[in-house]
């Protein structure tokens, strides 16, 4: 039995996903101001870390860090509406890929699994 | 057979049994920065010296990066020793003397430095110029490695710069000047002859956009490169004459200016640059797209380019940040 990351297509999923969403997040005016102030050719690789991440891929992150990467940005409002959109774009990117719905599903539990870590509660 | 070795500023570490070039400097106290240590964040950058990569150590990087032989420590298992150090750091400090310097317009300088042991350098990175006190500032090579026996720079005039007043005012032929480099990712890589190329940016972001547009033309660069060059007015435009030669030699070539003052009269559009270079473009999917100059042009237009929708892995930007503001 492959893992969730090996049936998307591991790091070249990641890859082909990648400018999708975050074209869909920066056109997003609920959150791109979270991204602003971020240097872009940084903030893609942060990205990638974060596909990787609710592919279910390899990573070395934890919950701690995951609090630490996002507490500048819960000061400056970040909350459960944030958090529902990159969802949405995180299912719409993959939907436009042809994504089978039930590997979307299975991303979008990785993902909303952070959610407590991310926004710091 | 004994582990491999990693040297870095001139010190070797014996590796571990399956241990990353990244976990190998870590363990030997070295503070190298790094995040994800899964190949993807990008954190762990670090350039070989000498040695083979192993090919997964550059899974996902840019084709400027692979040029220069970056990796991801964190990935990294080589077989064999390699030498390595931080990114840009392998540079050397060359001496050079002011073969020339001249004014292109009121307020840029064209700098022209002979080194007698060249940097090898691609026309569009950037070197840092070191005055004999030591004060030290970044600027872009125009020159092409292959025809010019001289680097080239256009240095703008900051009022109150330090450097700046001082290329303008004191430097002169003969002088000795010091660079280290060459840093940077904005160049052209061969390979794509057709692809279509955006260059724009304000004020001396022309220097290294000038460099990559002759370094691509020089390479035999067939599709369509599209040069946009913003200023205040247009005397800012401090190539125009030359440029348009350029494209009349070149028709895959199109230069396209624009000033922010102006009434239209001289035929040269009144336009902000990141409205105005996307408007001679259209969308940009498959392009390839650099972006110097002013660091908030420089961003905006990233940010415009991508959502027009250039790949980031295809977009090069290099924004002349002041040290003033880092
Ligand atoms: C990667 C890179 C490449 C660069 N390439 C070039 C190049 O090809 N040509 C070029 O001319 N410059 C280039 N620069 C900018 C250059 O390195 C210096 O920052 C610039 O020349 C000012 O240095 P200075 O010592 O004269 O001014 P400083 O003494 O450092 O600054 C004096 C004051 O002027 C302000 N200031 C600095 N720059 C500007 C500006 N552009 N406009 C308005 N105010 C300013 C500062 O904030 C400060 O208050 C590049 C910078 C980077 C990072
Ligand atoms: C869905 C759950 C989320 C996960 C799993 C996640 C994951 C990540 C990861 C792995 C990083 C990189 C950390 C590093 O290496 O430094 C990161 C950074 C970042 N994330 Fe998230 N993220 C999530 C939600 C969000 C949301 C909702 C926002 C804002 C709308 C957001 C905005 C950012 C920003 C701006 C950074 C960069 C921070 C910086 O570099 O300063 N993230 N995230």
Same mark, same amino acid.
Do not use: E, F, H, T
């Given at each position: 039995m492959s893992t969730l990351f090996e049936q998307l297509g591991g790091t070249g999923a990641v890859d082909a996903a990648v400018d999708v969403f975050y074209r869909r997040v920066l056109s997003d005016e609920r959150i791109a101001s979270f991204f602003d102030s971020v240097d872009m050719e940084r903030q893609a690789a942060k990205q990638k870390a974060f596909l990787t991440m609710a592919f279910g891929g390899p990573n070395s992150y934890t919950g701690l860090d995951m609090r630490k990467a996002h507490a500048h940005l819960v000061k400056r409002g970040l909350g459960d509406v944030h958090f529902d959109a990159v969802l949405e774009h995180l299912g719409g990117s993959l939907r436009e890929l042809g994504v089978a719905e039930n590997l979307i599903s299975q991303v979008i539990t990785t993902a909303e699994s952070t959610r407590s870590d991310v926004l710091d509660r | 057979m004994p582990m491999p070795t990693v040297t870095f500023e001139g010190k070797g570490y014996v590796r571990q049994e399956n241990e990353t070039v990244l976990d190998c400097l870590l363990r030997n106290g070295i503070d190298v920065s790094y995040s994800c #240590? @899964?190949?993807?964040?990008? @954190?762990?950058l670090l350039q070989a010296v000498s040695g083979e990569l192993p #090919?997964?150590?550059?899974?996902?990087?840019?084709d400027t990066h692979l040029a220069r032989q970056y990796f991801l420590s964190c990935s990294c298992l080589p077989n064999n020793d390699l030498e390595v150090c931080r990114p840009d750091a392998a540079g050397l400090r060359a001496p050079g003397v002011v073969r020339r310097i001249d004014l292109l317009n009121a307020s840029v300088a064209r700098l022209r430095v002979h080194c007698p042991e060249p940097p090898a350098y691609r026309a569009g990175q950037f070197f840092s110029l070191i005055r004999p006190d030591g004060l030290v500032r970044s600027y872009s090579a125009a020159s092409l490695p292959s025809d010019d026996d001289f680097i080239e720079f256009h240095v703008a005039l900051v009022p109150g710069g330090r450097m700046s007043e001082w290329v303008h005012r004191d430097l002169k032929r003969g002088d000795a000047l010091d660079l280290q480099g060459p840093a940077g990712n904005c160049f052209y890589v061969p390979g794509n002859p057709g692809q279509p190329i955006l260059l724009a940016g304000t004020g001396t972001g022309l220097a290294p956009l000038y460099g990559i547009l002759r370094d691509a033309l020089a390479k035999g660069h067939s599709g369509p490169i599209h040069l946009c060059h913003g200023s205040?007015? @247009?005397?800012?435009?401090?190539?125009d004459a030359e440029l348009r030669r350029m494209m009349e030699a070149n028709p895959q070539f199109h230069y396209s200016p624009c000033v922010?003052?102006?009434?239209? %009269? %001289?035929?040269i559009p009144q336009a902000n640059i990141d409205a105005y270079a996307l408007s001679c473009t259209g969308?940009? #999917?498959?392009w390839k797209v650099y972006l110097c100059g002013h660091p908030d042009i420089v961003r905006t237009l990233q940010r415009k380019a991508f959502l027009a929708g250039a790949n980031l892995q295809s977009i090069y930007a290099d924004a002349f940040v002041s040290s003033a503001d880092s």
């Open positions: - | #240590k @899964s190949g993807v964040c990008q @954190s762990c #090919k997964n150590a550059q899974i996902g990087l840019r205040v007015n @247009s005397g800012g435009l401090y190539l922010l003052n102006g009434n239209g %009269d %001289d035929g969308p940009l #999917k498959g």
